[in-house]
């Protein structure tokens, strides 16, 4: 586990698979936007499923190493982090994120990231760091500027959100070695 005072990043578990399930519900309105994961009414047995896939891939270090972020003053799950390997030869790797509605707001994803970031400089000697997010979302924009991520590209006209929208992609990057 990786933990400060406030929060501690949880590997994927079968032991919080209700909760985990509940944090979905309660955040469609706000996932909906901008993941095309999301799911109107996700059951308890796909989140379960999905937790299965992430484990295995937790266990196997392979494509995404997703965290559970839980505040350590009641364990209550505040949002979802993760780690998805882009380029071991590098390496390079890209964080994603999402904060629990009744959670978002209180600095617990910005949080998240640095306790992230000092996973993935201490485990993979990470040399790229990168935060993408949809132009359209501002929140996800304000989390990586908070987490001293800068601002390297924008991409215009480069993705469609789940509404059919069209969007472009902000990048966001640390980088740790330099040629």
């Not at 009641?74 to 790797?93: E, F, H, K, S």
């Amino acid at each position: 586990m990786i933990s400060n005072n406030t929060l501690t990043l949880v590997p994927p578990t079968l032991a919080l698979v209700s909760e985990f399930h509940d944090c979905l519900i309660e955040s469609y309105a706000e996932h909906k936007q901008f993941l095309q994961w999301a799911e109107p009414d996700a059951s308890v047995a796909s989140t379960r499923e999905n937790m299965v896939s992430a484990i295995s891939n937790f266990e196997q270090r392979k494509d995404e190493l997703r965290f559970i972020v839980q505040r350590n003053s009641d364990a209550r799950i505040v949002g979802c982090i993760g780690l998805r390997i882009r380029d071991m030869a590098v390496p390079y790797l890209e964080i994603g994120y999402w904060a629990r509605t009744s959670e978002a707001g209180k600095g617990y994803i910005t949080q998240a990231v640095g306790l992230l970031e000092q996973y993935a400089v201490r485990e993979f000697k990470v040399k790229r760091l990168e935060i993408k997010m949809a132009i359209s979302n501002h929140a996800s924009k304000r989390v990586a500027e908070r987490a001293g991520f800068k601002h390297e590209a924008t991409l215009q006209s480069d993705r469609i959100l789940p509404s059919g929208e069209l969007d472009g992609t902000h990048v966001f990057c640390k980088v740790f070695a330099m040629y």
